[in-house]
């Protein structure tokens, strides 16, 4: 049974940092892609990372250059560092596996309807 697991989620402070946690279970995690999504309150789901094994890692342009996604094949673990938090950042945050195969990606989705998975989130609060 497919499961995504998040964790990692809580306050910081503007210009802090947290890093997210995705266990994932019930599929091979190096034959698909991973991405992060996130919703605020009022608004719809977010794109924000996604990655493949085989093209690397794809960002929103509101996070490029203050987040990094990674993964760990071997630990089924995803990961999500965000630095310089921004109000804006403000969320739920989501991980959810692509409904396709990795390697039919010349570079990975950031819209919801390419993948699944969609459990609960992990709240960011980032406040002055």
């Known amino acids: 049974q497919l499961q995504l697991v998040v964790s990692g989620g809580g306050s910081v402070q503007i210009g802090g940092s947290l890093t997210l946690s995705c266990a994932v279970s019930?599929?091979?995690?190096?034959?698909?892609?991973i991405a992060w999504f996130r919703k605020a309150p009022g608004k719809g789901h977010q794109g924000v990372s996604c990655?493949?094994?085989?093209?690397?890692?794809n960002y929103s342009e509101f996070v490029k250059g203050r987040f990094t996604v990674s993964r760990d094949n071997a630990k089924n673990m995803v990961y999500l560092q965000m630095d310089r938090l921004r109000p804006e950042d403000t969320a739920d945050y989501y991980c959810?596996?692509?409904?396709?195969?990795?390697?039919?990606?010349?570079?990975?989705?950031?819209?919801?309807?390419?993948?699944?998975?969609w459990g609960p989130g992990t709240l960011v609060v980032v406040s002055a």
């Open positions: 990655i493949t094994s085989g093209t690397g890692p």
């Open positions: 959810v596996v692509s409904v396709q195969r990795g390697d039919e990606y010349q570079k990975c989705p950031l819209y919801a309807e390419n993948y699944r998975g």
């Open positions: 019930g599929f091979t995690l190096d034959d698909f892609a």
